[in-house]
């Protein structure tokens, strides 16, 4: 049986971050990075944005090109998907009934598009955008494609329907809730994204429930969204952005803790010895959230905790503690986020949206909590010193965008 030093499962953000950094903080073991996808690691942000628009090539989003990985001497074993762990014998069992050793496991398989499960789910011409393949496969279509159904109004879902839409495509965004973005943002920002997406030509609908896809009786393809209600929504193409459902099957059934996520303590070590787990599948304290329990899917939290669960294994922990960051780019219009506004209690508008550069600012008994800017990277930059801080800061100077944040003073 082949045996690694570190075996990392899952080749995405987190997993060749792990690989990295490995190496760069001068681990000397062997390291294999697995992963059930055929291509090297690379970012997933482009596949809504730049990749789709057809604007960046598959290689310039590479993590890092091949050679930096037989360089650092990570043995790449692509297109392998772990189907169970043994964590008293120390390896994993492939799909292919073959089993890899390990010293110590990092987990970092991610996550699963939820996809539909209504009648006509089954339709050609429905998916999701999680990966390469995905968007390759909704590419190789876009030229016979007329009409769009986004499903979901989160940010992967609106991020596709700026890029379809300048595309020349026609898209219907459908999303089950009152407005987009409900999970991760506060009204003002929904509204602002729901106004500026009809301005650009959405059909943008909230407290749109679907019901079915219908599909063509010939090839399967699908041909409509039926609402609930009965409406009708013509479409070539359905997109489906409703969350994902984090990987983490093997470990559970092996005995970690966990249910939605892989439950994981401040040095991302899993409750099953020498098994760590990171980024979009790792259940954490975050101390952000008020320190509950939560999932983030972020690519600064997959660095993150990779760097934390590798600190540990080469013998210098430190404590996930990091400050939540998150971009989107759609249109013209770029999003930074910084700390987490769930729980907040308060709301602050700074700026003026119609002018297209503008900060929302969430406080939480009279403390910011988070921000929200559009084309504000200043705001971004000054103000996470505030999310850190937790100081309580007069109000009226954070709604004043005259008022650099760096110099609001305390309440
Ligand atoms: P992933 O990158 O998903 O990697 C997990 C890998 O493990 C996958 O390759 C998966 O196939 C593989 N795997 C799963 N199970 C197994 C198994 N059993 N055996 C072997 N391999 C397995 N974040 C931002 O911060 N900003 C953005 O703008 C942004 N935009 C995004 C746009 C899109 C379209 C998507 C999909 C995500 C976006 N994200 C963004 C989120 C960010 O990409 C994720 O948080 C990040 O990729 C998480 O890294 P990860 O390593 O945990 O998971």
Same mark, same amino acid.
């Not at 944005?49 to 604007?55: C, D, F, L, N, S």
């Not at 990092?106 to 006509?120: D, F, K, N, Q, Y």
């Not at 999701?128 to 007329?146: G, T």
């Not at 550069?357 to 909590?369: D, M, N, P, Q, R």
């Given at each position: 049986m082949v045996s690694y030093d570190v075996l990392i499962v899952g080749a995405g953000h987190a997993g060749a971050q792990a690989a990295l950094l490995l190496r760069q903080m001068k681990f000397e073991g062997s390291v294999g990075l697995l992963g059930d996808e055929k291509e090297l690691p690379y970012e997933r942000p482009p596949l809504s944005?730049?990749? %789709?628009?057809?604007?960046k090539a598959f290689e310039r989003i590479l993590i890092r090109p091949a050679n930096f990985w037989s360089e650092r001497n990570v043995d790449m074993l692509l297109g392998k998907r772990v189907v169970k762990v043994d964590a008293q014998a120390h390896k994993v069992i492939l799909s292919d009934d073959s089993e890899i050793g390990y010293g110590?496991? =990092?987990?970092?398989? +991610? !996550?699963?598009?939820? %996809?539909? &499960?209504?009648?006509?789910?089954?339709?050609?011409?429905?998916?999701?955008?999680?990966?390469?393949?995905?968007?390759?496969?909704? %590419?190789? =279509?876009?030229?016979?494609?007329?009409?769009?159904?986004?499903? +979901?109004? !989160?940010? =992967?879902? #609106?991020?596709a329907a700026a890029v379809?839409?300048?595309?020349?495509?026609?898209? /219907?965004?459908?999303?089950?809730?009152?407005? *987009?973005?409900?999970? *991760?943002a506060g009204e003002p920002l929904s509204r602002f994204y729901e106004e500026d997406h009809r301005a650009h030509g959405v059909d943008l609908r909230t407290g749109a429930m679907v019901e079915a896809l219908e599909g063509d009786n010939d090839n399967g393809n699908v041909t409509a969204v039926v609402l609930a209600g009965g409406e009708r929504i013509p479409t070539d193409l359905v997109i489906v952005g409703i969350g994902i459902i984090p990987e983490t099957a093997p470990l559970l059934a092996a005995g970690a803790s966990g249910g939605n996520g892989v439950d994981v303590d401040?040095?991302?070590? /899993?409750? #099953?010895?020498?098994?760590? $787990?990171?980024?979009?599948?790792?259940?954490?304290?975050?101390?952000? $959230?008020? !320190?509950?329990?939560i999932r983030l899917e972020s690519v600064q939290?997959?660095?993150?905790?990779?760097? *934390?669960a590798v600190s540990d294994i080469v013998g210098q922990?430190?404590?996930?503690?990091?400050?939540?960051?998150?971009?989107?780019?759609?249109?013209?219009?770029?999003?930074? /986020? *910084?700390?987490? &506004?769930?729980?907040?209690?308060?709301? =602050?508008?700074? +700026?003026?949206?119609?002018?297209? &550069?503008? &900060?929302?600012?969430?406080?939480?008994? +009279?403390?910011?909590?988070?921000?929200d800017c559009v084309n504000a990277t200043k705001d971004y930059v000054q103000g996470r010193a505030h999310v850190l801080s937790g100081a309580a800061l007069d109000q009226a100077q954070l709604a004043n965008p005259a008022i650099p944040l760096k110099e609001v003073g305390l309440a």
């Open positions: 944005k730049e990749y %789709m628009a057809g604007e110590k496991l =990092i987990w970092a398989a +991610g !996550g699963t598009p939820r %996809m539909l &499960s209504c009648p006509g789910s089954d339709c050609q011409r429905v998916f999701a955008v999680r990966r390469r393949d995905d968007v390759d496969a909704i %590419m190789k =279509i876009l030229p016979d494609v007329e009409h769009v159904a986004v499903i +979901g109004g !989160g940010y =992967i879902g #609106l991020e379809l839409t300048k595309l020349g495509k026609k898209v /219907t965004v459908l999303e089950a809730l009152d407005r *987009v973005l409900a999970r *991760v401040a040095f991302c070590r /899993t409750s #099953l010895p020498d098994i760590y $787990a990171v980024g979009d599948c790792a259940a954490h304290a975050n101390k952000f $959230a008020g !320190g509950a329990q939290n997959a660095n993150d905790q990779s760097k *934390v922990p430190v404590e996930y503690d990091a400050v939540p960051w998150f971009w989107s780019n759609q249109y013209d219009l770029r999003l930074q /986020t *910084v700390g987490l &506004s769930g729980g907040h209690d308060r709301v =602050i508008l700074r +700026g003026d949206p119609a002018q297209r &550069s503008f &900060s929302v600012v969430y406080l939480k008994h +009279g403390k910011v909590i988070a921000l």
